[in-house]
């Protein structure tokens, strides 16, 4: 408890985008989160005056991170299940805890639990050589995909196999890389489920979201899903809700989904996350509460707060580094933004910016899922390249649009 304020201290782990967008929902209650940062640069570092330098894989770093902290969460998973282990064993309140925590964290340990909760999961094998993906493959066909057990986000340690590649296989595996191999799924589209979930036990979800990926990244999040049909999205959350609880999940999770066909019996469960998660950002402006703050509330056991969502369609769309950067400064290209579309709510990270890395996002609102996904799309390439991809420019702006603006 902070005798300074009165309220509990909350530490995260990471100093990244998430954990600088959750000591933004802190400050609302009274609180700045304590951060674990590798560098004082970092997104999280560069607006939280509560920094504690260190590495994960510094138990010492850890432990003086920790000390007076009623709750330690996190922005990663990557953080080694002995350093977890021994922060709880010290009576620290982690949460997730380990045991939840490791399912986000090994691929092979979480299909095979799902699989024995008798949740829909893609066909898969452990891989110790290259002749388990062509034994895999006689049973079920190619293409296959590899994946590395650990680490791995954004389309990274995942790779399409359309027939036998041993030398890939075994490159990795001496490497050092554990891998598994599943079935490809064909699917319709991606979705998202998310919930939170409190020590005591309450729980909370949002409308499932779809998550519209380009080369394996996400790039827009739709909210609600278009066109899910009631029954499979209330089957969504309640699978959701189920593996959070079986799990021991506390603070937020994400289930990340295939929709393969029609009804519940269409939905295939591909990734879990225990975190603030990157297909909830639109929950900052499009839901009575957050992601970020009700993380917050879960990890400290408070009630959960109510997850209606503020408009019947929002959108969000990552604002990614461009190839060829623009010439254009961000404070430029944020002062053209607001003034051809003043509702879009811009979160900019303190990034530095290099191609295809997540340097903010944009969210639009409103009723027309066609005319708000439009402007989300244009306002996040517009802050990518400094280019308007259908031509506009400020003196074409109509009244309310920034006619006549200049700079």
Known sequence: MSTTTGVPVVGMVGAGQLARMTHQAAIALGQSLRVLAV?????????????????????????????????????????????????VDAGVPVHPGPDALLHAQDKLVMRRRLAAMGLPVPPFAEVTSAADVKAFSADHGWPVILKAVRGGYDGRGVWKLDGPDPELVEDLLAAGTPLMVEQAVTMRRELTAQVARSPYGQAAAWPVVETVQEDGQCVQVLAPAPGLAEETALAAQQLALRVASELGVTGLLAVELFQTGDGPEGLVVNELAMRPHNSGHWTIEGSRTSQFEQHLRAVLDYPLGVTTPTAPVVVMANVLGAVNPPGMSVDERVHHLFARFPDVKVHLYGKQERPARKVGHVTALGDDLDAVRERAALAAQWLSTGVWSDGWSPHDGAAGEGAGYAR
């Open 39 to 87: 560098h004082s640069d970092e997104p999280a570092a560069l607006v939280a005056p509560d920094i504690v330098l260190g590495t994960v894989d510094d138990l010492d770093a850890l432990r003086t991170f920790a000390r007076g902290c009623d709750a330690v969460t996190f922005d990663h998973e990557g953080v080694p299940q002995e350093q977890l282990r021994a922060l």
